[in-house]
């Protein structure tokens, strides 16, 4: 046998170890947010500390996007890990994207469930509008096509036999610029989700018009996904991803820690605490499942009258797309 040379060994060793190293680095997860504290989850991770296995199995880092539609592109680019957004963008991942691996892993945020909030469509309060029919040849504003809002809104007005492009136009506006919008008379209707609904409807300018729960009944409005080759990749970083949420899920919730909780969202949307005080993590919120967990059946639901109403090519059956197993799995280490 030829005796490797000393550099070369030295060099094969250092590759070793390096290499045993780099398998050791926390799986770094891109996570999508677009709201906050709708989606409050990405706030979690301004205090690391709180969480168990941060920095060992894995690491998070939030991504801002604007709706749903350029997570979709960054999810088939490789440019995401998670995505977080409306059932409808699953439909749209699989048909229009061609992701048929993705899966829907996770849960954000629930809109309508029993007595909490719904997002509202919000008009001047001084506006001739009364009925959905009024909004005929009106300027309608949303954050993304295709997101949850844009989505309940279409279904709505086509069940009142109103059609975009037909009967109004949408136009594309962030959150926040869409109040001021209306008040300068540049659109007709504003798609108002939290926090922004609360501050408008303290100035008394402006009234909700009809909200999301009455487009779509109670909504998951967003859900986690995740492609079938990363979890594969990266199951047991996930797992400890999903127990350290819930984990955090439960402090948030945890009434004799709301003030650190309050302060904590205010600093990660700089905003101060008090425009929280009244609202955030009361029944006038968002519903949020402690485990995390999608409610699959209202996701189909959602997805069955998109599809009814032609806005998505075809139905698919939402528990193909679906892979609970790693949130499950966190809920059992919880006592």
Known sequence: MKRVPLAAAIALALAFVAGAA?????????????????????????????LKHYGKSYTVEPVYYKGSGPQITALAAGELD?????????????????????????????????????????????SPIHRIEDLKGKVLATNSIAGAMDTAMRVLLHEHGLEDKRDYQVIELDFPNQFPALTAGKIDLASIPLPFSIAVEKTGKARTLFTLKDAMG??????????????AAHRAALVDFFEDT????????????????????AAFTKRPVDSYADWLLTKKDDYRDPDIRPNLDAVQHDIDIEARMGLLKRRIDVKQYADLSLVDEAAKRHP
């Open 22 to 50: 780099w398998s050791d680095e926390p799986v770094k997860l891109r996570f999508a947010w677009t709201t906050v504290p709708g989606q409050l989850i990405a706030a979690f991770y301004q205090k690391p500390e709180m």
């Open 246 to 265: 819930q984990s955090v899920m439960r402090w948030f919730y945890d009434p004799a820690n709301r003030a650190q909780a309050l302060a904590l969202v």
């Open 82 to 126: 998670m995505a977080l957004y409306a059932p409808a963008a699953l439909a749209f991942t699989v048909e229009n994207a061609g992701l048929k691996d993705v899966r829907v892993i996770g849960d954000g945020t629930r809109d309508g469930h029993g007595d909490y909030n719904s997002r509202k469509y919000m008009v001047l309060a001084t």
């Open 218 to 231: 109670e909504s998951d409005m967003t859900i986690m996904t995740a492609r079938a080759s990363f979890i």
